[in-house]
Each structure stands twice: as structure tokens, then as C-alpha cells.
């Protein structure tokens, strides 16, 4: 029997490994569950300090299942389309859903198999990624600064 699913490169330059359905799947239908760990929206501002974060599936501010600590928790590896780096031909074909108080991804179009699955992580997750790098390229700025004047 085949695998549901199967993780591999992207075909989203730079984006790392994707998630990728072993058969075809039909629009509304629920693919793949978020599982991880059982936490609060606390818990994940602190995870994301020691940078432990970037797996979290937000359901309410009491209940976020993180996939950090899961790597064999398929959903964790379905990328964005409209990420930091955009293939005009690749759209998302899903979309997160709460179901029954769980986390999934589910087909906002019908997908073939061996094709890869994309959602929407949500524009303020992009704006925050954005703004991680520039205080990032300020700070090996600033770095290198100080290296030269010692």
C-alpha cells in the first residue's frame, strides 16, 4: 500500500522540504490533521524566544498544536505559495479548517496526485517574517560595525 503522503524538496525555491499527496484528492475534503503538541498562545511566545517556533497551528489562545518537536507530523510541511518567494505558475490549493476542535488542511481545489500541497500561512504571519529578517540584517549590520571599530 502507498504512503498518503510524501515529503520532499519543495518546488518552492529556498522554501526546504514540502508535502506532496499520494493520490488525488477532491475539493472540501479535509487531507491532512495538525498534530503536535497541545499548548497555549503563551507557551508559543515563549518557544518562539529559544526559537522553537514556526510549526504552530494557532485554534484559540488557550489551544495551539505545535509540530516543532514532530517531525513525522505530515501538515507541518505544506508551504505557502504566496511566501517570500513566488512561482507565478503555484497557487494555495488549501486552506487551514478547526474541525471538532482539531487542526486540518483541506483541498480549496481539487489536487492530483504527486502534485504538492500549499496553504495560506496568512499575511500577518509574512509581515512578522519580514520583520524577524530586517532586524536580523540590522543586526549583522550593527556586528560588523563594531567588529571594525575594535
Known amino acids: 500500500m502507498l504512503k498518503e503522503f510524501i515529503v520532499k524538496k519543495s518546488t518552492i525555491p529556498g522554501a526546504g522540504k514540502g508535502l506532496f499527496v499520494n493520490r488525488d484528492v477532491k475539493k472540501g475534503e479535509r487531507i491532512v490533521e495538525y498534530l503536535g503538541e497541545i499548548i497555549s498562545w503563551k507557551e508559543c511566545d515563549i518557544r518562539a524566544e529559544r526559537d522553537e517556533g514556526g510549526y504552530v497551528f494557532y485554534v484559540n489562545r488557550n489551544k495551539c498544536i505545535d509540530a516543532f518537536h514532530n517531525p513525522e507530523a505530515y501538515a507541518r510541511y505544506a508551504n505557502d505559495a504566496k511566501g517570500?518567494?513566488?512561482?507565478?505558475?503555484?497557487?494555495?490549493?488549501?486552506?487551514?479548517?478547526?474541525?471538532?476542535?482539531?487542526?486540518?488542511?483541506?483541498?480549496?481545489?481539487?489536487?492530483?496526485?504527486?502534485?504538492?500541497?500549499?496553504?495560506?500561512?496568512?499575511?500577518?504571519?509574512?509581515?512578522?517574517?519580514?520583520?524577524?529578517?530586517?532586524?536580523?540584517?540590522?543586526?549583522?549590520?550593527?556586528?560588523?560595525?563594531?567588529?571594525?571599530?575594535?
Open 84 to 150: 517570500l518567494t513566488k512561482i507565478k505558475s503555484v497557487k494555495n490549493n488549501c486552506q487551514y479548517e478547526i474541525y471538532k476542535k482539531t487542526g486540518w488542511i483541506s483541498a480549496t481545489k481539487n489536487i492530483k496526485s504527486g502534485s504538492e500541497v500549499f496553504v495560506s500561512y496568512g499575511a500577518q504571519y509574512w509581515r512578522d517574517i519580514r520583520y524577524n529578517m530586517k532586524l536580523e540584517k540590522q543586526k549583522l549590520k550593527e556586528e560588523k560595525l563594531n567588529n571594525k571599530s575594535k
